[in-house]
């Protein structure tokens, strides 16, 4: 009699996650911030107020970072 397969494709047990998956995730959240903080640097030079978009920058784009992390492994 063959054995059912679960919905993971193994035989009842489940995937650990791989090393590539764990990198794609930090270079994921590591761009979020880079792509954030020069965005905020460069409206800041526009603007002159230096340290202001900067720091906002750096939190939205870990913020977008997670979101993303989110959805690459929901």
């Known amino acids: 009699m063959p054995r059912r397969r679960s919905k993971d494709g193994q035989n009842g047990q489940q995937q650990r996650p791989s090393p590539a998956s764990a990198e794609s995730i930090a270079f994921t959240l590591l761009a979020g911030v880079a792509l954030g903080l020069l965005v905020g640097y460069g409206i800041d030079r526009l603007l002159g107020t230096l340290p202001v978009f900067a720091l906002a920058g750096v939190f939205v784009g870990f913020?977008?970072?997670?979101?993303?992390v989110y959805l690459e492994t929901k």
């Open 63 to 68: 913020a977008i970072g997670l979101y993303a």
